[in-house]
């Protein structure tokens, strides 16, 4: 696997991001099987031997989709959590290695160890960062790709206004960047390249289709929600991550509790208040692009709206730099 045979593989330059508890096989295999890229994150099962038998239901279910179709699927990959948090990244690598995922995204830590294991079978590593500071150490441990994640991105997010980010990142970073923070439609993907990324990353938008994990009420929330909903906090998990309101109050948590970016050192975390409630599982995450988002379609449908989206978006942008160009 290489960039260009990942370009020619895609309908539109688009990665669904691994979402935690959110993105499984049927997600994947529906988003490779409409050429956009499918993502989980490898810690969505509970044991290594659990998460290679994902692995091996998705290798199956596009070779039986390549082998009845006219068209090949887009490759999937895998999230791999790079963190002394994660004590089992290094046995979750060496099954994707055995398996030869196309393409590894690595977060919190870009080690040049995954970084040449997955070159030596040819894959490609994207990882995923916040801060310039974070880039220029992912690129330095020879990364494929950069994921710049910006503000309004769910989960674990940034804080950097997207055209300073990418802008910051493209001046030392000459190969692929991927653009994820509240990205919602194809006119999204088509504004990304514009800004210089080369793919956009779509978390929240994947929440709401068919195929996803999530339960209905979270669903529904992202329906009902809107990006005034979203609360930035690293109160949750000790990490600064975008939280629905409503998921919190239900959660018990009393909001003028919740610390800013900044006044909560890293790590530290309210424990939920109510007894038997879970992070991630009662307490639900979405990005700004929530306000946008209307529906719970299948990924057919939502990629082939995108798709046509993306091509109208990039017409009329052509159609009003003409005023200008003459």
Known sequence: MDIATLDQQLRIPLIASPMFLVSGPELVLSCCQNNIVGSFPSVNRRTTEE?????????????????????TAAPYAVNLVVHRTNPRWKADLAVCVK????????????????????????????????????????????????????????????ATNPFALVG??????????????ALSSGKDIAAALQMGADYAYM?????????????????????EADSSQII???????????????????????????GAPGKVN?????????????????????????????DIPTVTQLVDRMEEEFKTSLEETIQKAKKYTN
């Not at 910051?168 to 923070?181: H, N, Q």
């Not at 930035?232 to 919740?258: E, Q």
């Not at 009662?282 to 209307?294: L, M, P, Q, R, Y």
Request: proline share 5%; glycine share 12%.
């Open 168 to 181: 910051e990142i493209r001046a030392f970073f000459d190969k692929s960047i991927i653009l994820g923070g």
């Open 203 to 223: 978390g929240t938008r994947f929440i709401n289709v068919q195929e996803s994990m999530a339960p209905r009420a979270y669903q529904d929330m992202i329906v």
């Open 99 to 158: 398996h030869e995922v196309p393409i590894i995204i690595t977060s919190l830590g870009a080690a040049t160890e995954v970084v040449e294991a997955v070159h030596s079978y040819g894959g490609l590593v994207f990882h995923d960062v916040t801060t310039p500071y974070h880039a220029r150490k992912a690129a330095n441990a020879g990364v494929d790709g950069i994921i710049a994640v910006c503000s309004g991105a769910g989960g674990h997010s940034g």
């Open 232 to 258: 930035y906090t690293p109160s949750v998990t000790g990490v600064p991550a975008n939280f629905l309101r409503p998921s919190l109050v239900a959660a018990g948590y009393d909001l003028t509790a919740l």
């Open 266 to 294: 890293y790590g530290e975390k309210l424990k939920p208040p109510k007894e038997g409630t879970k992070t991630w599982v009662d307490t639900w995450s979405a990005g700004h692009g929530c306000g946008v988002i209307d």
């Open 51 to 71: 998460f290679e038998e994902w692995l091996v239901e998705i290798k199956v279910g596009l070779k039986t989709y390549n082998e009845g179709s006219s068209k």
